[in-house]
């Protein structure tokens, strides 16, 4: 089984990828060392939390999802984010919305 380190290298070189950016374009847009990302990417440290938080937040990484073991989600942020402190109520409410609008639009 991967640590959540190794998760994280992974996430990080993908997210990285998929914006485009070189290493050095996210170390520059960071503030941080070109060698801080490659050692993150290759697992090859052990970063500062900080450091996670700082690459989780401008990659749109989910810290959840690498500490507890649902990676298997394909639920994106922007969902788990707006249904956050919601009660599973109002969530049932927003979620038969969505399914009228659904059936309204096809």
């Known amino acids: 089984m991967q ?3 190794d998760c994280f290298a992974k996430a990080v070189r993908m ?3 998929e914006r485009e950016l070189s ?4 170390a520059d847009k960071l503030n941080m060392s070109m060698r801080t990302i490659i050692n993150i990417e290759k697992n090859r440290s052990n970063p500062k939390m900080e450091t996670i ?3 989780a937040k401008e990659l749109n990484i989910s810290l959840d999802s690498l500490i507890f073991d649902h990676q298997s989600s394909t639920i994106p942020k922007c969902v788990l984010d707006f249904f956050a402190g919601k009660s599973e109520d109002e969530a049932k ?4 919305l969505c399914k009228q609008a659904l059936k309204i639009s096809t």
Not at 23 to 26: A, E, F, K
Not at 93 to 96: F, G, R
């Open 53 to 55: 938080v700082i690459l």
């Open 3 to 5: 640590s959540s380190l």
């Open 93 to 96: 409410k927003y979620i038969d």
């Open 15 to 17: 997210k990285r990828l």
């Open 23 to 26: 290493q050095r374009d996210l």
